[in-house]
């Protein structure tokens, strides 16, 4: 009978072990077309974290979920409770800018799931091409800079300062910006010591590609 109790009692360890399940963690929410309100599908969105595997700290960020938006812009990943020290959210999709938002455990862990909407800004071009078409001396220059520049990363435009010398300054640059947008350009030309000054505003239009010349 003390052999049948051991291994009833080994059993039952067994079964208790088995059932046991890790917590897990409702993430849902929408993408949404931020100029215009519209649900996006088929928008990639990962969950990246700072795992604590066997009491080791990784610092760096390892993806362990994602998820596609469906027809109506929204997404949905159960996520089991792991030790982790932070999260990050990254969404992305062709033809507009990247997020990646950082959120803590608390947030998630404590309510027991997450919801959010992420507003993804849809991307436009500009081309800008500069040339010194009426030369008068080497000391021809052009100063020019976009202003209202709200996107920063790779190949975004900014608004800084671009300084063009010389009677043969000729110049291309394609940079990125928010499409539906209206954005303003101002340069000035200064050539056998007389200065003009000029501005002019660029439609972004619906991820389009524009063309701006500016000749002097």
């Not at 066997?54 to 997404?75: L, P, W």
């Not at 998630?108 to 919801?115: A, P």
Request: aromatic share 12%; proline share 1%.
């Amino acid at each position: 009978m003390k052999y049948i109790f051991i291994i009833v009692a080994v059993f039952l360890i067994m079964i208790m072990g088995c059932d046991k399940t890790p917590n897990t963690y409702t993430i849902e929410g929408r993408v949404i077309n931020k100029q215009l309100g519209d649900n996006l599908t088929g928008v990639k969105v990962y969950l990246d974290a700072k795992k604590i595997e066997n009491g080791v700290y990784n610092s760096s960020f390892v993806n362990i979920k994602s998820s596609s938006t469906d027809g109506r812009g929204s997404f949905n990943m159960d996520v089991e409770e792991t030790q982790v020290s932070d999260y990050r959210f990254r969404v992305s999709e062709t033809g507009y800018f990247s997020i990646e938002e950082e959120i803590s455990v608390d947030k998630i862990h404590s309510s027991g799931g997450y919801k959010r909407t992420f507003e993804l800004v849809q991307q436009s071009w500009i081309e800008l091409n500069v040339k010194n078409t009426m030369p008068q001396g080497t000391d021809d220059k052009i100063t020019y800079r976009y202003s209202n520049i709200e996107a920063s990363g790779k190949n975004c435009c900014n608004n800084n300062v671009v300084t063009g010398e010389g009677f043969d300054y000729e110049s291309h640059h394609k940079c990125s910006v928010r499409s539906h947008a209206w954005i303003y350009v101002y340069w000035t030309v200064t050539k056998s010591g007389n200065q003009s000054i000029h501005n002019d505003s660029i439609y972004s239009g619906d991820g389009a590609t524009v063309i701006y010349n500016i000749n002097y």
